[in-house]
């Protein structure tokens, strides 16, 4: 894919560009949510499964929980509110929504599980969220590269082709009242974020049974991360470099992340959780 847009960036993206969109706006809206949920999720573990003996540890684990949780929450509720022309009690509403499924979902979810590997899963979302956005935004940073929208509207910048970081007329044109936000095509944030939808599959060593819909959970993480990804380039934010390199940094971030935190030997020790040692006994009786 990254040869496809290496080779046709600016024609694929001529021939998709739509800024009105339905698919296009809702991505743009709702397609950065996992990385909000994902911090839910870390926040609310961490608070869960807070220590009982050590009362230093207890304590930061409930500060640094609410914090991830209220930053979370915060993305679920306001990022729709940049893209939607609805009603703003409507997407506010609809956040509430998500923020109480995720909470509710996942101490259903985590029930049982033992504190350590909670934690190891709080730790591995944190971690995999914090080190993409920061990577992200220092490449965006970096590159300066002119997004499909302000290309197409204007005759000041034309196009640049992935591999050829920096815009000369970029500062003339923000002293001039551009946006900084135009010249921050390369990659896609919106497409990085999406694609933490993989990290579903962070919640299966909680609970023994979703081992068997592991596949469906990649799967279904790197669909949306695609979806997202094409949708930015259908409202013209992206180019489908952007999206290919959005994804891969995010993904090689989930691999390296999951190798550190989830060893191969962990599955094979106690801390796997007590639903395997419960299913054990009861296959035992």
């Known amino acids: 894919m990254l040869i496809i847009g290496s080779i046709w960036d600016l024609q ?16 743009a809206a709702y397609g950065e949510l996992p990385a909000g949920m994902a911090l839910l999720v870390a926040g609310t573990l961490l608070i869960v499964f807070r220590s009982r003996e050590r009362l230093g540890v207890r304590v930061g684990q409930v500060v640094g929980g609410g914090l991830l949780y209220i930053v979370g929450a915060g993305m679920v509720l306001y990022l729709p509110t940049r893209y939607l022309s609805w009603p703003i009690l409507v997407v506010v509403l609809t956040g509430v929504v ?34 993409e956005l920061i990577l992200i935004n220092i490449i965006k940073i970096g590159w300066e590269r002119p997004r499909m929208r302000f290309i197409s509207e204007t005759d000041a910048v034309g196009f640049s082709p992935w ?56 799967w279904g993480g790197a669909v949306w991360g695609i979806y997202v990804g094409f949708s930015r380039i259908i409202v013209g934010a992206h180019f489908v470099s952007d999206t290919v390199v959005g994804f891969t940094v995010t993904f090689v971030i989930i691999l390296i992340a999951y190798r550190l935190i989830f060893p191969p030997s962990l599955s094979e020790t106690e801390e ?14």
């Open 12 to 27: 694929i993206s001529q021939a998709l560009y739509n800024p009105r969109n339905p698919l296009g706006i809702f991505g």
């Open 98 to 131: 998500i923020v109480a499924a995720t909470s509710w979902g996942v101490v259903v979810l985590a029930r049982g599980a033992s504190r350590r590997l909670a934690i190891r899963v709080a730790l591995a979302l944190f971690i995999v969220v914090l080190t």
């Open 163 to 218: 591999w050829s970081p920096g815009t000369p007329e970029r500062d003339a044109l923000v002293a001039g009242g551009v946006e900084a936000e135009e010249f921050k095509s390369f990659p896609s944030g919106h497409t990085a974020n999406a694609t933490l939808a993989i990290m579903t599959t962070a919640l299966i060593p909680l609970r023994a049974s979703l081992e068997k819909w592991s596949n469906l959970l990649f």
């Open 272 to 285: 796997y959780g007590n639903l395997d040692r419960e299913q054990s006994k009861g296959t035992q009786q």
